[in-house]
């Protein structure tokens, strides 16, 4: 078992371990009140509800629902659940645990933090790409017709806990979209190296890449004062090869394709060594993702700048001066264009 504390105004518990038998004392320490909500899609329902059931101290369950994919992180879907709850007659005193990936974590975050001014809450990430990254931080979201997580609030959980055995049952395309967030971190900081990444001890990563997440969110809990921004490394190349591939790419994988330009602008910026600029990219290539699907150059930086409602003005990105070396730079497309010979 590895444990640590996010020292947020409330303070919020990480746990990791084997399985789901650890839940039991965990919850035993925060719960106050008479009925657990398990918040699920169909997919985390089948795979884990029981295991969870079973390793909760003496309250009434409340089983909620609701379909797996993105689509579920919608306002509709949103009034269904607050609607159990309240079926339910789930009080102030209650628990809800987010059981399943990023989208229920933040459905699930959205719906704790607003349902009677707020319950408390433990995420349960079932995904690799949630047990690194969206489990932790606080970030709730919902999405409009207008774009994604539009809705949203801060909101830190009691704990979280993650159970590794939930990755035996992720399909290989979750995997890569979790290691793409993987390879960020490792870029990011000197803590998590190659070695670490071939290793494939998911305990490990998990815990340097939540540590890392945690140390930007202790400084910045709600993202105002840019501590937070490096870890959207690869995101604005990512993002926009995400919609160019009607997202049928995963969002890791595009994270970690995002990136290869982003070392490329950072080579030609600050003049980097070909050396520095080959152990970045051997960090990236580690993750195993195909890295080489093409896009039209072009189309991205157009992409780019209508995602960030860009007319002209500076872009901040962030870019390595070195693996571990982050530095934000606000450019034009065009500078970026010229400097990347697009
Ligand atoms: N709040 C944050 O800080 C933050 C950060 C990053 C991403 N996000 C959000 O996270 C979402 C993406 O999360 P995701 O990639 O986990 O996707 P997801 O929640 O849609 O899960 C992917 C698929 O895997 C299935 N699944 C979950 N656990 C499984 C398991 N152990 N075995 C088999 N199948 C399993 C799910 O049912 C789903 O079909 C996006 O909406 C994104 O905006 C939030």
Known sequence: MKSFTVKTAVKSEVIIEKNFSGLLGAIKKIFRGKKIVILC???????????????????????VYVNAGEKSKSVETYAKVIQDLSKYGVTRNDLLIALGGGVIGDLGGFVASTYLRG???IQCPTTLLSMVDSSIGGKTALNTNSGKNIIGTFYQPKLTYIALCALDFLPEREIKSGMGEIVKCALLSNEITLEDIESGRYE????KCL????NKVEKDERDEKGERIILNLGHTFGHAMEKLSDFSISHGECVAMGILPIIDL???VFGLSTETVNEMKE??????INL????DRAELLKRIAF?????GEKINFVLLKGKGKPCVLPLTIAEVKEALKW
Do not use: E, G, Q
């Not at 540590?211 to 945690?214: D, E, G, Q, V």
């Not at 960090?283 to 195993?288: D, I």
């Not at 995602?307 to 007319?311: L, Q, S, T």
């Open 119 to 121: 319950i408390d809450l």
């Open 41 to 63: 899609d169909d997919n985390t329902m089948l795979l884990f509800f029981s295991a969870v059931k079973d390793n909760l101290p003496s309250a009434t369950v409340c089983p």
């Open 211 to 214: 540590r890392l997440k945690a």
């Open 307 to 311: 995602d960030k409602k860009n007319d």
């Open 204 to 207: 490990d990563l998990i815990m």
């Open 283 to 288: 960090v990236l290539y580690a993750a195993k």
């Open 266 to 268: 950072s080579a030609a």
């Open 292 to 295: 080489n699907r093409s896009f």
